[in-house]
């Protein structure tokens, strides 16, 4: 197979997944999307060291994340102070807590290490030394970011009310 | 929390954004443009290696040569300038040895491109001083060589420019070799040799060896390869390979990352930096800026902003592509800044 056919036949398998990866760790809807668009494309360009990756998945992933971290490091440089801010307010959630919110709310508590790790584990279905190495980080270095993670997001709000059987 | 519920939530949450949302067709249209603008910056980083040369090091032309020896053919560079298409390797001057492979880091591989008076270029990147590196698939390459560029700790050790002659040499025919002279690398301890295996069978070329060492100088020192460009370096300027940065400087290009150049509109002459231990301060046109940069040698990284005043204008976003800067070198009065591969971002006077 050449390099497009085998490109698009990884893409489709991937692409929800890194678009839904990149959705857990903060990112919009449309971020989502393009960030795993923009993950794709520089498969593509870089395509003899994905396919030639110990661990494709792993490889990808951190892509993925650093695509993630370039984003917000381009946001923050060029978002600029305005004295007019947008009138939307955030929907007022009490009351009408589900799951997906209360996850939501209770991941963006987490650090970002904890939170990068908590998807890579808990979505990706990655061992803890493949998160390691995805994150670039020793195995001990991941377990104690999960650990620290979980006892968090047991000990969060959000899912507490959810446990007690709050949520809609 | 259990890792079921973990996961169940996950789960849930990941699925507010619905299956299949990327259109395929458009990520393969997108990436094989991206492709293209990624093979063509890889080119432009050619000229910024040549630049580097100019720039940083002692730009010494060193001839190749070539030998079939029944299994390919190989082309190294001769030191002595006294190529002999029949001898066998190890008969070359400055036989590799171990403890002789000092200095070189990087090496630049410049190949034709499959277009015409266009070129691509391999980085080989040597991580450990005083070993070889064994070349691999990623190292080799089908097309023709046509430079060799070779950087160092310090800054730039010497560069080779394959003539087209010489291109013919390397893919499969050794009767031919390069015509020009050599240029002897003046500096006991400096690469002398470059060895690169072209196979016959795959017409792949590879990186074998890199061979520093001492030589006596050839008469033919001075000549010059019409592509090469060689510049005594400002001496002076560096300490060991430590570009020295601190100052004030006009910022006389900027390039971005398609290699167009950014120094457009009215605020473009007005760049300044200055850098002051870690702390880079200056003018993106009609802002002032700080950064935090981090130097080390020849490599420099910047950090991080400090400050910047939010006067909205189209100027040049000289902080946004500073962020690309791995690597500094300068000659006399002139600094250029590097992305990681050597393509040149930035160049400052005084």
């Not at chain 2, 034709?112 to 070889?132: F, K, S």
Request: with cysteine; glycine share 8%; hydrophobic share 40%.
């Amino acid at each position: 197979m050449d390099r497009d056919a085998d490109f698009v036949d990884f893409a489709s398998a991937h692409s929800t997944r890194l678009a839904r990866s990149a959705l857990l760790l903060g990112a919009s809807h449309h971020e989502a999307e393009d960030l795993a668009q923009a993950t794709l494309v520089r498969c593509y360009v870089y395509w003899p060291k994905v396919t030639a990756a110990a661990d494709r998945d792993a490889y990808v992933m951190r892509m993925l994340f650093n695509e993630f971290a370039r984003s917000r490091k381009r946001r923050w440089w060029n978002e600029r102070p305005t004295e007019q801010p947008p009138d939307t307010a955030l929907a007022d959630a009490t009351g009408q807590v589900d799951a997906a919110d209360a996850i939501a709310r209770a991941l963006s508590r987490l650090g970002p290490g904890q939170r990068e790790a908590i998807v890579l584990r808990h979505y990706a279905h990655m061992s803890e030394a493949q998160v390691a190495e995805t994150l670039g980080v020793p195995v001990g270095t991941a377990k104690s970011r999960l650990s620290r993670a979980h006892r968090q997001l047991a000990e969060d709000a959000d899912i507490e009310t959810l446990r007690n059987g709050q949520a809609t | 929390m259990t890792q079921h519920e973990t996961e169940h939530l996950l789960k849930q949450l990941a699925q507010r954004l619905p299956e299949g949302s990327i259109a395929f067709d458009g990520v393969l249209t997108e990436a094989k443009a991206a492709h293209r603008r990624h093979m063509r910056r890889k080119r432009l980083a050619v000229a910024g290696a040549v630049m580097a040369v100019v720039g940083t090091g002692i730009g010494v032309p060193v001839a190749l040569s070539s030998h079939d020896d029944g299994r390919g053919i190989e082309v190294a560079t001769d030191g002595a300038g006294t190529s002999d298409p029949t001898a066998s390797p190890t008969s070359m001057p400055g036989a590799l040895t171990p403890s002789q492979v000092s200095a070189a880091r990087t090496v630049l591989l410049t190949y034709m491109d499959e277009n015409p008076g266009a070129n691509v270029d391999t980085a080989w990147a040597r991580h450990e001083p005083g070993t070889v590196k064994q070349p691999n698939v990623g190292e080799c390459t089908s097309r023709e060589l046509l430079r060799v560029n070779l950087f160092g700790s310090f800054p730039i050790v010497t560069s080779g420019v394959l003539d087209p002659d010489g291109v013919t040499a390397v893919d499969g025919n050794g009767s031919e070799q390069s015509s020009e002279g050599a240029a002897a690398d003046p500096l006991a301890g400096t690469v002398t040799e470059v060895r690169l295996v072209a196979d016959a069978r795959t017409e792949k070329v590879c990186l074998m060896s890199v061979v520093t060492g001492s030589h006596d100088p050839d008469p033919r020192d001075q000549q010059i390869y019409p592509d090469t460009v060689v510049q005594q370096p400002a001496e002076s300027e560096s300490d060991g390979g430590v570009v020295l940065l601190d100052g004030t400087y006009r910022v006389t290009a900027l390039v971005g990352q398609d290699g167009e150049s950014l120094l457009t509109g009215p605020f473009a002459d007005r760049l300044t930096m200055t850098f002051d231990g870690g702390q880079m301060a200056g003018s993106s046109g009609c802002n002032e800026v700080g950064v935090r940069y981090r130097v080390n040698g020849q490599d420099l990284r910047f950090i991080e902003p400090t400050y910047s005043s939010q006067v909205g204008c189209d100027e040049p976003p000289l902080v946004e592509r500073l962020f690309e800067v791995r690597h500094v070198s300068r000659a006399g009065d002139i600094v250029w800044l590097h992305a990681a591969n050597w393509m040149i971002v930035v160049e400052l006077r005084p």
